[in-house]
């Protein structure tokens, strides 16, 4: 099995979600239940971006022990000085240093030749070096760059001594198949030694997770992206569903994580809660409706059986609390006899069959029949003898 690197970016490109701002304090709180989480890497912020930035990427090199941490920077001497200096005293600190290669960027953004942009990542690249051994470089709309522009920018970047190699799907364009490729070619087109080379996905067309995906089985040493996928517009690969698939179908990909799944259910919740990004409830994973099963046939199913409905063991991602048989006007009379019962009610056949009449009329009356209600039914029915 070959190890994939979970590079999480929570706390960089997913504060960077519109709307969110962590304080220094909810930082180091999700600093520290990504180490619980086992991710092999950090990305702890941009520290040239403020001193509060830089001063939480200090806090967090100090605090987070066993990982790696990375602080961003531009290819900009001042930026990779201040990346290094926030990082210098964590057990394994990384500068990740990028700079725009595709055409549209570099001629309307950077405005700046294709032999500058080269020039540069050499001249940064070795400058972040003489700081630390442990250099990423991302050419930054890597999705569309230019491939043979590609190639050569990630050899002047090697060259230079970076030991990670990210190309980004900055805007989150490709296809897997078209990501996958790439990541072939540049592999297959430059000498890499002991480099790593990481994907990392944004999701404008819902696509981040299965690239991801699609660049594992192209062979790539490390994933990027965030916890619920929060990030840059639509957001980042989430890292919870990597994980997951990668797990559930270790085989068919030949690749491992070090990630302690039974965290990802709580390290999402404090994600969540501390952003105020609300997880949607049919998300995959870590949504509330992921292990919910509302439909008579499936609740029926998963009563007898529970893999007949569900791939994932719920306890596996460290859901603790039974919520797999929502009931609503698609639930069976099985299920509703099961709720009563865990409810602490055993009602003859009778009293079942009259309650459940009324349930399923109630249902049909009211869009969320609450326990309180169901309580209210059996109560009604009681009463009558
Ligand atoms: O999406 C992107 O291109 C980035 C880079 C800074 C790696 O987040
Ligand atoms: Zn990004």
């Known amino acids: 099995m070959r190890r994939i690197r979970i590079f999480d970016t929570t706390l960089r490109d997913g504060e960077q979600s519109p709307g969110v701002t962590l304080t220094p304090a909810e930082k180091l709180e999700i600093a520290r239940q990504l180490v619980r989480l086992r991710v092999d890497v950090i990305e702890a912020g941009y520290p040239a971006a403020s001193p509060g930035d830089f001063s939480s990427v200090e806090a967090i090199s100090r605090v987070a022990k066993g990982v790696t941490v990375c602080g961003l920077a531009r290819a900009v001497q001042s930026d990779i000085q201040s990346a290094y200096d926030a990082i210098k005293g964590s057990d394994d600190p990384r500068i990740h240093l990028f700079l725009a290669t595709s055409d549209i960027h570099m001629e309307k953004k950077l405005r700046m030749t294709r032999a500058q942009v080269e020039e540069q990542v050499d001249r940064m690249v070795r400058f972040a070096v003489s700081l630390t051994p442990n250099v990423q470089f991302s050419p930054e709309d890597g999705g569309r760059t230019d491939l043979d522009f590609l190639v050569r920018i990630v050899e002047i970047a090697i060259r230079a001594g970076a030991k990670v190699i990210n190309i980004p799907d900055t805007v989150g364009f490709l296809l897997p198949s078209e990501y996958a490729m790439r990541m072939k070619h540049v592999r297959d087109h430059v000498e890499f030694g002991d480099v790593q080379l990481s994907a990392h996905c944004h999701d404008d067309l819902g696509l981040a997770v299965a690239n991801s995906l699609a660049a594992i089985s ?62 949607p409830p049919n998300k995959a994973v870590v949504g509330a409706n992921a292990f919910a099963h509302e439909s008579g046939i499936h609740q029926d199913g998963v009563i007898k059986e529970r893999t007949t409905y569900e791939i994932i063991d719920p306890s596996s991602v460290g859901l603790t609390e039974n919520r797999s048989l929502v009931l609503g006007k698609h639930s069976g009379r099985h299920a509703f006899r099961k709720h009563l019962e865990e409810m602490g009610y055993v009602l003859s056949d009778d009293d079942l069959a009259e309650v459940f009449k009324r349930f399923k009329a109630l249902c049909d009356r009211k869009k969320t029949v609450t326990e309180e209600d169901i309580l209210a039914l059996v109560d009604e029915r009681y009463h009558e003898d």
């Open 218 to 279: 192209a062979g790539v040493d490390q994933v990027e992206g965030t916890i619920n996928g929060i990030g840059e517009r639509a957001g980042n690969a989430s890292l919870e569903e990597i994980a997951v698939a990668l797990s559930l179908r270790a085989e068919q990909f030949g690749a491992s994580t070090q990630m302690d799944l039974s965290q990802i259910v709580r390290t999402s919740r404090l994600v969540s809660r501390l952003t105020g990004m609300v997880v």
